[in-house]
């Protein structure tokens, strides 16, 4: 149906930057919002930034003028631009994405996420 691959992920000092990339392929019709999460050793996968379709963003509050979240609705790809990045910001990030797809039987919809591409950063 649909995948998402995602890539960018490093160790980086602190105050440095990092920018993740995914890309949505199969059998795609259209995808609505794409987001990032990320989950931290021992704590729950928690949202970091979301774009929809029509390029509307919203950011969790303690990356809001740091990082930023675009997308390239022609390469079906979600990017996350990470600026004076902190230790906090360590954990495994995750590509989300609502999509449709070309099914057997019709369009079907879907959530789905990515395999995460691995944050660290260093103090």
């Known amino acids: 149906q649909v995948q998402l691959v995602e890539s960018g992920g490093g160790l980086v000092q602190a105050g440095g930057s990092l920018r993740l990339s995914c890309a949505a392929a199969?059998?795609?019709?259209?995808?609505?919002?794409m987001g990032w999460y990320r989950q931290a050793p021992g704590k729950q996968r928690e949202l970091v930034a979301v774009?929809?379709?029509?390029?509307?963003?919203n950011y969790a509050g303690s990356v809001k003028g740091r990082f930023t979240i675009s997308r390239d609705n022609a390469k079906n790809t979600v990017y996350l631009q990470m600026n004076s990045l902190k230790p906090e910001a360590t954990g495994l990030y995750y590509c989300n994405a609502d999509a449709k797809y070309y099914g057997g039987s019709g369009l079907g919809r879907g959530d789905y996420w990515g395999q995460g591409t691995q944050v660290t950063v260093s103090s």
């Open positions: 199969g059998r795609l019709f259209s995808i609505n919002a």
């Open positions: 774009i929809t379709s029509g390029g509307s963003t």
